[in-house]
Every structure is written in structure tokens, then in C-alpha cells.
């Protein structure tokens, strides 16, 4: 039975390789957001920690054809204002970019108070939280490509890993996205490991409780398995090639 286990994942010495995964992820959704609105993209950085903003700040990118502004409160941590590059922080208040042209993409953090004075819950701004950049398993596979080297091989094995992250964000299976970012560096660590094996050594930085996967994965979309959280798009994969298997404790009800 291959049950999740709960092992304590050390997790300082890596806190600067998952932060800037997932301030690549963020560049990633702006890019993306930039290519899909006609005008300004405005977009609100929500609930993430100053190392997250930190990271944000050092993957800073060209966007051919567009001016880019990253905009961070000073007022959202003090300390992190004190060590980011000065053109980087504001003490204009959000509202202030909603309105300004002075940017064709404006990537911006404020203090929680004035989140819902930027425009974001009239659809105004675009809201970058927990969710919205755990989500994006396609910018979530690119980093794993861009840092695989030879390791992944052929469409089969991207197609692997692509079921494997939407199953787990379909699970919804952590809410803390530094764990996921965590599970994400480890299976890149893993370079010489079989993609099977990744999977399973890697499982534990989400923290799960040490019961059966299938308690814990829960699909937005029922078919199939019912507890599977891939049941939805694999088809019948058989066991030996379902990207879940690893870390599931009822393979056999599948394929």
C-alpha cells in the first residue's frame, strides 16, 4: 500500500529555490494575462510573503512591446522595502494604478486593507493569490522542463508530469503554496530518479496525513474512479503508466 506519509520536509535551506519558482510562475501569468487583454493588464499581488515578493522582484522581465511596472506598498512589510531595489517599492495607493497610464502591464502589492479599493472584486484588476498561481499547472510543467536537462525525454513523459500536477491541483490537495512549490523543486531535484519514484520521494514536502491518498484526493469532477483526482481526463490508463499511482493506495480498482 502506498500511502502519503507525513515526514517533515527541511525546508529553510530551500526557501530561495521555491520562491523564485513561484515568482517565475507569477512573470508567467502576467506574460500570459499581457498576450490575452487587448489594453493595460493590471494585476494585484494577494496574500503572498515578502519572500515571495522578493523573488518577484529579482525575476523583473522585458515584455517585448509593453512597459512593465512592478509596484510594491512599502507599508506591506517594511523590512522588505528596506532591501528590494527603490524602483521596485511605492507609497502611492492602489487605487493610484488602477487609474494611472503609466505602464501597459502594472504588477502591484498593497497593504490587505486596500485590496478591495484597487478594483479587484469588479473584475477591474486581476487578483495573483495562492490559489489563482497554484493553479497554473502548465506554468508549473514549464519550470520543470526548463530545469530538466536530458532528464525528461519525449511528449510521454510530459504528458506524465502535466496529468500528475492537474491531478494534484484538481485535489486541491495542499492550501499552502510553499509546500506545493516544495513538491515541485524536490521532483526537479530528483533528476536521476524514475519519474514513478520522483513522484513518490517527493510526496511528502505536501504534508498530507498518513492515511490513504484516495481519503484525501478529492476531484472537482467525478468519473471514473471516483477517488482518483486524474480520473477525469486519463482515460483507463492502465496502473503502470497513471501518474498518480505512485502515491496511491488503491492502484487497483484503475487500468
Known amino acids: 500500500m502506498n500511502a502519503i506519509t507525513a515526514t517533515p520536509v527541511p525546508s529553510d535551506r530551500h526557501a530561495e529555490e521555491r520562491a523564485d519558482l513561484i515568482g517565475r510562475v507569477i512573470w508567467g501569468m502576467v506574460r500570459q494575462e499581457a498576450e490575452r487583454k487587448a489594453g493595460r493588464t493590471l494585476m494585484l499581488l494577494a496574500g503572498l510573503k515578502p519572500e515571495h515578493l522578493s523573488a518577484v522582484a529579482r525575476h523583473y522581465p522585458v515584455i517585448e512591446g509593453k512597459t512593465v511596472q512592478l509596484a510594491i506598498a512599502r507599508d506591506v512589510d517594511p523590512v522588505l522595502a528596506r532591501t528590494l531595489d527603490a524602483r521596485f517599492i511605492t507609497d502611492k495607493p492602489g487605487v493610484h494604478y488602477r487609474n494611472s497610464a503609466e505602464a501597459d502591464v502594472v504588477l502591484f502589492a498593497v497593504p490587505d486593507a486596500q485590496r478591495d479599493t484597487v478594483g479587484a472584486s469588479l473584475n477591474l484588476v486581476t487578483r495573483v493569490d495562492r490559489r489563482s498561481v497554484q493553479a497554473k499547472s502548465d506554468l508549473w510543467l514549464a ?99 497513471c501518474p498518480i499511482s505512485p502515491i496511491c493506495s488503491t492502484p487497483s480498482r484503475c487500468g
Not at 198 to 218: G, I, M, N, T, Y
Request: charged letters at 30%.
Open 143 to 241: 519550470a520543470i522542463l526548463d530545469g530538466a536537462g536530458d532528464a525528461i525525454k519525449g511528449e510521454e513523459h510530459r504528458n506524465w508530469i502535466s496529468a500528475m500536477l492537474e491531478g494534484l491541483d484538481d485535489a486541491d490537495v495542499t492550501k499552502d503554496l510553499d509546500q506545493y512549490a516544495e513538491f515541485v523543486r524536490s521532483f526537479m531535484a530528483l533528476k536521476e530518479e524514475p519519474l514513478d519514484n520522483r513522484l513518490r520521494k517527493s510526496a511528502p514536502a505536501l504534508k498530507l496525513p498518513p492515511w490513504p491518498v484516495s481519503k484525501v484526493f478529492r476531484p472537482k469532477v467525478s468519473r471514473g474512479a471516483s477517488s482518483c483526482p486524474i480520473s477525469g481526463r486519463c482515460s483507463g490508463l492502465p496502473t503502470a503508466t
